[in-house]
């Protein structure tokens, strides 16, 4: 069972045709980059994938559960990081993460326990008590991690999870994703402008005017040269 299974999916806003009939999976374990230039439909495609867009074309499943006939098992299985932090900035570390395992229905001594592990994973055990506002942007960037990774999902989505980040502190977050990916076989599906996120082993999605241009592992992909001229190539060659 893949992590992500996208099959034949479009979606038009009025006239305009956002994705045309875009397939792809994602296999568990897997960190796959979405690679695209503006206006090529990432937005579009997260929109569909975390159920803000629905559309009639094509289907989506989430570690094996389709968006449509079974969302309640697909959204329970997908954690998402938005490119727009969504912290409450007055409150502590913890009580953003107790917050959320409201939302989701776990509550008392196993919410508890949940937000102790979510914060060993990314390295934040011991700020717990520190208030959002009080961390820097890489810290509230993994603390939004950690969030969504609360309801222990199977799929990671992220969008632009760096921006704005130091290069330090986006080395940081982008290495430790990729090492969830490996330890504990999450998927995850990760968009990108920035080519130097991407590793070799990575599977990469180039989309481009609401296609896929390419799909395949970085390594194969470039071949020895640089992901970014590669990916300027492309999408030059395409327009
Ligand atoms: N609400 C909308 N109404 C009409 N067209 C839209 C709407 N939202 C997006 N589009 C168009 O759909 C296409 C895909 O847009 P989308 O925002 O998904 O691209 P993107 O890859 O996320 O771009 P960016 O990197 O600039 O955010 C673009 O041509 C865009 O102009």
Redesign the pocket.
């Known amino acids: 069972m893949n992590g992500l299974d996208v099959s034949g999916v479009s979606f038009a806003?009025?006239e305009?045709?956002?994705?045309r009939d875009v397939s792809f999976t994602v296999a568990p374990g897997r960190f796959c980059a979405l690679l695209?230039?503006?206006?090529?439909?990432?937005?579009?495609?997260?929109?569909l994938l975390t159920r803000l867009f629905t559309t009639r074309d094509g289907t989506i499943k989430i570690a094996g559960h389709d968006l449509e006939t079974d969302a309640r098992g697909a959204m329970a299985r997908i954690g998402v990081v938005f490119q727009q932090s969504t912290l409450d900035l007055d409150l502590s570390v913890r009580r953003n993460l107790l917050y959320f395992a409201a939302l989701h229905g776990l509550g008392g001594a196993q919410a508890a326990r949940r937000v102790d592990e979510v914060l060993e994973v990314m390295d934040m055990g011991t700020r717990a008590r520190e208030r959002a506002r009080d961390l820097n942007g890489g810290h509230r960037r993994r603390l939004e991690i950690a969030r969504a990774l609360m309801h222990d999902p199977a799929v990671l989505l992220l969008d632009?999870p760096t921006v704005g980040l130091d290069a330090a502190s986006r080395a940081g977050i982008v290495d430790h994703v990729h090492r969830l990916c490996a330890d504990r076989g999450l998927t995850v599906f990760w968009?990108t402008?920035l080519t130097d996120e991407v590793w070799p082993s990575d599977q990469v999605l180039i989309?481009h005017?609401?296609r896929i241009l390419a799909d395949e592992t970085c390594a194969d992909l470039t071949q020895d040269t640089d992901l970014r001229d590669v990916f300027l190539i492309m999408t030059q060659v395409a327009a």
């Open positions: 806003y009025g305009k045709q956002a994705l695209g230039p503006n206006g090529a439909g990432k937005s579009t495609l997260f929109s632009e968009a402008h989309l005017q609401g």
